[in-house]
């Protein structure tokens, strides 16, 4: 069975203007297609077809970096619609609490996420992740993920060039500072806490 592209859990208009609708045309109807696009051809016929995203990015991950580049954005950009949302959610008590005792407070761990998006050099991610109990901001490059290092993503930003430049043209910090001030979808991250587990591309 091939992997489909999952619907936004927005309207398209829901993210302005930190985030156009024309972007997401092209960001989910394009990028991310694509990505899946190239992800099903590549396993057509081949012992990973019917087995789920994170199972194809294990074993491409180090053998085949075409399959894991198409296989890993394709698991990067469906985590990250669901990190995003049309108004800014609350974290929950547990999630709050971490915060705290990792950053400080919930706007200094937003100015960390901003500071590392804005110095992460060519493409990449910027990434709330947990592992061992304990909250840390991470990056990943290009197409590189989370979802199979032993950690479990909380919340993830786009931070190739597709995901901004038709809004805020160069002006990556732009971009960044609108959608970690009031678009991240903090019940999205405190579910991902509370299952303690990466989550599992639905598509």
């Known amino acids: 069975m ?3 592209l999952i619907a936004l859990p927005y309207e398209d208009t829901a993210l302005e203007p930190a985030v156009s609708a024309e972007t997401l045309g ?10 899946l696009d190239k992800t099903n051809a590549a396993i057509a016929g081949t012992e990973l077809e019917g087995q789920p995203l994170e ?3 294990r074993a491409a991950r180090g053998t085949n970096q075409g399959l894991f580049n198409n296989a890993a954005q394709s698991w990067n950009h469906g985590f990250y619609w669901h990190s995003l949302g049309a108004s800014e959610t609350h974290a929950s008590d547990e999630l709050a609490q971490k915060i705290d005792a990792a950053f400080g407070s919930v ?3 937003k100015q960390q996420l901003q500071d590392r998006g804005a110095g992460h050099f060519a493409s990449g991610w910027v990434w709330l992740a947990e592992r061992g109990g304990q909250l840390s ?3 990943t490059h290009d197409g590189d993920t989370l979802a199979d290092q ?3 993503p909380l919340l993830t930003v786009d931070v190739w060039e597709h995901a901004y430049y038709l809004d805020h043209q160069n002006a990556r910090p732009k971009y960044l500072e ?3 001030s009031g678009k991240l979808n903090w019940a999205f991250a405190s579910e991902n806490l509370v299952r303690g587990t990466a989550w599992v591309y639905p598509g």
């Open 137 to 139: 901001v991470e990056e």
């Open 55 to 57: 199972a194809v990015i």
């Open 178 to 180: 609108a959608v970690i």
């Open 150 to 152: 032993g950690f479990n």
């Open 107 to 109: 706007d200094a761990l």
């Open 2 to 4: 091939a992997f489909t």
């Open 26 to 35: 092209f960001h989910h109807g394009k990028h991310h297609k694509a990505y």
